[in-house]
């Protein structure tokens, strides 16, 4: 019996053995298949992880000859433990391993968006769910505005008549604006209302979206069509317009876009260049060549506002990245918090946040308050636009930091689903796999659009209605469609080149 409890713990620490080592072969055929390290560090670790495993055999035969008893079975012990927790490791590094390449699969290739319609009440209403109206249906007028169409909204109501089992008797208020009067007055109990022009019920009633609630909605998918252009992001200078647009929910809704940035990069000079254009600013669609604000473009799709700001900046945009109210909310609680630094003391229109001069502890909420917030500030839109990019590098600041590998979960979890890209999991894979080879430090360069700010009643989208609007600086404008030119050439950028444009 004695001696078959010796075979029996001797095989056991070779099975012990035999499963670390084809979990190191699984694991480095996984790392391998990724192709996100570079080949000198990937041999580094396959000589690692071989080291280790001869290092254990010979612990565990070495373990075996030991001639005192005592010592014998502490070593046969201490090496299985040791060999379990190695085992145990690899299991972890590629568990990990594999959500990250889930999330990127997950996040990029995006080529739908969705057009959201709602069925919207008062927030003080007595409704509070899709069928506490189905009793007074009958008796009731369901708003709506045909000005941008009707063939969504009528879908919309279709599914929603299915869900209840009425008929929607609807009353047309032809433009979206009447729409938002007849809702303010308490004319109508509900609206159905396309998302995607949403910021036309404001014309008159500005911030009445936080006055309504959604009781359903219907979403559908719509292709995007391909206006941009791919490249070898590691060779050659590339273009990725990013922005944030004004919802919840999922980011592949059509809004209004509140954050505009063109990011124009340099992988061969190592340069970034962060373009901050206002939602206010003054554009021609390139739909139709009417003159709109930038951030209505987005009411009809990404692949507008895309076009508009190629040709309005004179570029080529090579991809896009999109993410919205939940996704900056949900990222940075995933951070544990972002730290922002106020030039100015303020309270947020949203949330009633009051922010000091100086630094600032934020949470998710109250740095999306921070950043949208307009109305309180001297400048206006020029001072969001500054805010936006001190967000942005506060969240930059963090996410590098060393701490975001215990929140590592948590920040993919938030990311995925808040956050989506054109850019190819590949794409992004071969610019970690450049950094990682070079190690090379990057040079971030800010600039804002600026202008002067203008009433306008001329508007492509609200036209007879009144817009703030942003008159764009010539000067300003050529200023920086000239720097682009040198990032597309190959160029490198110089502090005397952005002189007068920084918007941070």
Known sequence: MKKKSVVTKFLSRRIL????????IVFLGYIYYLKMLPMKYYLILVGIIALLWFFMSFFIKY???????ENKYGMLIFSKLLSLVLSISLIIVSVMAFKGNSFLSNITGSLTQTRVISLYVKKESKYKKLLDIQKDLKKMKVGIASEKGTKNINTAIAEMEDAT??????????DYSALGDAIDAGKIDVAVVDNSYSALLEANHEGMDDGLRSLYQVEIEEQVQSVTQKTDVTEKPFIVYLTGIDTYGTVSAISRADVNLAVCVSPKQKQILMISIPRDTQVNLHRNGKMDKLTHSAMYGIDETISTIE????????????????GITNIIDALGGVTIDSPYSFKTLHGNYKIVKGKNE???NKALCFVRERHALPNGDF??????????KAMI??????????????ILQAVEGCFETNMTSDEIKSLVYMQLDDMAKWETFNVQLSGDPEISYKTYSMKGKKCYTMVPSKKSLNSIIKIINKVENGERIKEKDIKGLQGA
Do not use: C, H, W
């Not at 373990?63 to 008893?69: A, D, E, L, V």
């Not at 089992?165 to 032809?174: A, Q």
């Open 17 to 24: 053995l035999l499963i670390q080592l084809i979990i190191s």
């Open 63 to 69: 373990g075996i000859k030991k001639k005192k008893k």
């Open 165 to 174: 089992g009425e008929e929607f008797k609807t009353k047309d208020y032809k």
């Open 311 to 326: 040709d309005f900046l004179e570029l080529k945009v090579n991809y896009y990245a999109k993410t919205n109210f939940s």
């Open 362 to 364: 934020m949470d998710g």
């Open 383 to 392: 001072d969001r636009g500054r805010n936006q990019q001190r967000l942005l």
């Open 397 to 410: 600041s963090k996410a590098i930091s060393p701490k975001i590998i215990t929140n590592y979960s948590q």
